[in-house]
């Protein structure tokens, strides 16, 4: 389970400075830029407008928006390694919670509900790299992960906008 938690850690530490970034682009835009409570942004010929609340459920999605925009090349660079730093702890701490040998998932199923050998019987293993393959394969194992991560990502930036809001940070 060390795996998991050291995932799910950089993925708090990956939010941390994701949001914290969205935070102090937030305070980059000039009052000019504000109309109706909505920030509005220059990309190509486009004009776009978003609430602080959306910066940060789509904080991924703000290199072009806010980051670049706001806060220069240098940060929109550092922003993206962030937010691939963060996306990459997730889904590694989701598929390791799979409960198919030899992944971490398969342990907490066993040492909570099971309560078997240590150890998966040598047809339970290849049956479950098996099933995972096959979830591979059909596209289903990214979708499953790409929902808990779309869940976990807007989660956390509603969870940091709160966070901030009562802080008084933006």
Same mark, same amino acid.
């Given at each position: ?39 509005? %942004? ?10 602080? %609340? ?20 240098? %940060? ?48 339970? %293993? ?45």
């Amino acid at each position: 389970l060390a795996g998991i938690t050291a995932n799910l850690l950089m993925f708090l530490v990956g939010c941390c400075f994701m949001y914290g970034m969205v935070a102090y682009g937030l305070h980059q835009v000039p009052a000019r830029m504000i109309q109706e409570g909505h920030i509005l %942004a220059n990309v190509g010929n486009q004009v776009y407008a978003y609430s602080q %609340a959306e910066a940060f459920q789509l904080a991924p999605i703000m290199t072009d928006y806010l980051i670049g925009p706001y806060m220069g090349r240098m %940060a929109s660079y550092v922003f993206d390694m962030i937010v691939m730093f963060t996306e990459t702890n997730l889904v590694l701490a989701v598929f390791n919670l799979i409960p198919v040998p030899p992944l971490d998932g398969y342990h907490l199923l066993n040492d909570t509900i099971l309560r078997r050998s240590l150890f998966a019987p040598q047809k339970v %293993a290849m049956a479950g790299q098996a099933l995972l393959f096959v979830l591979l394969l059909t596209g289903w194992l990214s979708q499953g992960i790409g929902w808990v991560e779309g869940k976990a990502i807007t989660g956390m930036g509603s969870a940091f906008e709160c966070l901030f809001r009562t802080l008084n940070v933006i």
